[in-house]
């Protein structure tokens, strides 16, 4: 049962880079998956991927809440323009295109709603607080599916 953290953003563009934050966040916590930062990787991610049981992407998000608002996505509810897409491929397309070259995992995206989006290192304040409540929902995540896969083997 091998599981991933995938955080994609732009630390160069603000709030762009609160994907990145969760992973920093989750090292520091020293969590037991595979952390990857895909920073702005693009259709490369389909590779860190494709050996996993278990991914759970976080990016930020735009159009799902107030600024720093977290949410979890099921890649059938992803729309385009409400995932940010400053990377070199967006996360709607690169999920489509998954399924049609690969066997997918379970993928959840985990999202951050942005306050600001420019050029600047650093997060604003509101998704700069809103990173720990996504470790904490990506720490859930982990454990729903580890329980279920073991309730599958029983």
């Given at each position: 049962m091998k599981i991933a953290v995938v955080g994609v953003g732009n630390i160069l563009m603000g709030d762009e880079g609160a994907g990145i934050a969760v992973v920093e966040e989750l090292r520091r916590r020293n969590v037991n998956v595979d952390l990857h930062d895909c920073g702005t990787m693009g259709v490369d991610i389909l590779n860190t991927i494709s050996e996993y049981d278990k991914v759970i992407i976080v990016d930020a998000v735009k159009g799902f809440g107030t600024p720093g608002e977290v949410v979890k996505i099921k890649p059938r509810e992803i729309e385009c323009?409400?995932?940010?897409?400053?990377?070199?491929?967006?996360?709607?397309?690169?999920?489509?295109?998954?399924?049609?070259?690969?066997?997918?995992?379970?993928?959840?995206?985990?999202?951050?709603?942005?306050?600001?989006?420019?050029?600047?290192?650093?997060?604003?304040?509101?998704?700069?607080?809103?990173?720990?409540?996504?470790?904490?929902?990506?720490?859930?995540?982990?454990?729903?599916?580890?329980?279920?896969?073991?309730?599958?083997?029983?």
């Open positions: 323009g409400r995932i940010l897409c400053l990377h070199d491929i967006n996360i709607p397309f690169l999920l489509k295109l998954a399924e049609c070259i690969m066997k997918v995992p379970e993928i959840v995206v985990i999202g951050i709603e942005v306050e600001r989006i420019g050029e600047g290192l650093g997060l604003s304040e509101s998704v700069k607080n809103a990173v720990n409540k996504a470790v904490e929902l990506v720490l859930e995540e982990i454990e729903r599916f580890k329980l279920s896969k073991e309730n599958r083997q029983k």
